[in-house]
């Protein structure tokens, strides 16, 4: 299983500010993922990376930004905080899985509540 | 379109047996996970179903269905901890990259009662 750290775990800011979210994982996994999810609603991805350079929008249109320039690390920023971005963001990292032959299983972060005033 | 359905809540006696279904419908499949998440938590990996059939790992079993587009996670013996949300989770459509990504069901708030 993967260790994969997220911070801060919980944040309350004021509109307007610049946040960066941090994601690392100690494990080596290529691809790494950024979730947002509202409570009891399903999970939504907003970025992904395949690798090192590598950023890629998900299904969800978000306002963040994302960048790769290390393996093990993935921050997210959002330049100006809305409360509209109220949400808890999941990070996620995966590696290719023997059991599952055709596609990588992925492990997450504890999350991070955040919430814009 | 792609959507994955799920009970929204269920809740069963300690000690007995659940079963939390899912039905899904998408555009690609390469197989079914189901996540445990406890509140506050991250989800973590539970189970993964590629072929039709059941799939038992200790107290937990899944159960595939290609053709009916069905999946079912069973959990016997219940025990308090157990009290979570299940999400099922469907590998579908290919993202650039050439890896497949994980449409989520809203998940299935299980509370296990005494």
């Given amino acids: 299983e993967a ?10 800011i004021g509109t307007g500010k610049k946040i960066t979210l941090e994601c690392s994982q100690t494990m080596g996994h290529d691809k790494m993922y950024w979730y947002q999810q509202d409570p009891g609603m399903e999970l939504h991805l907003i970025h992904y990376s ?11 249109s978000s306002e963040s930004t ?8 993935f921050p997210l920023t959002l330049e100006s905080a809305r409360p509209s971005h109220t ?31 | 379109g792609q959507n994955i359905d799920q009970p929204t809540e269920m809740t069963a006696t300690e000690g007995a047996i659940v079963q939390i279904n899912c039905t899904y419908q998408t555009s690609g499949f390469n197989g079914l996970f189901w996540y445990q998440q406890h509140a506050g938590e991250a989800p973590t990996f539970l ?3 590629v072929l039709d059939g059941l799939e038992e790992k200790g107290r937990f079993s899944s159960f595939l269905s290609r053709s009916k587009g069905y999946s079912y996670l069973l959990l016997k013996e219940l025990q308090m901890k157990d009290s ?9 459509s290919p993202l650039s990259g050439g890896y497949n990504k994980l449409i989520f ?9 005494p």
């Fill in chain 1, 3 to 12: 260790d994969i750290y997220q911070t801060p775990r919980y944040l309350v």
């Fill in chain 1, 50 to 60: 395949y690798g090192v350079n590598s950023t890629e929008k998900g299904d969800l």
């Fill in chain 1, 66 to 73: 994302v960048s790769r320039i290390r393996t093990e690390h």
């Fill in chain 1, 87 to 117: 949400s808890q963001y999941l990070c996620a990292s995966s590696e290719y899985n023997a059991l599952a032959a055709s596609t990588d299983t992925q492990y997450f972060g504890p999350g991070t509540r955040l919430t814009v005033l």
């Fill in chain 2, 47 to 49: 189970s993964y179903n």
């Fill in chain 2, 84 to 92: 979570a949300s299940y999400l099922c989770a469907v590998s579908g």
């Fill in chain 2, 105 to 113: 069901g809203a998940g299935t708030r299980l509370a296990v009662h």
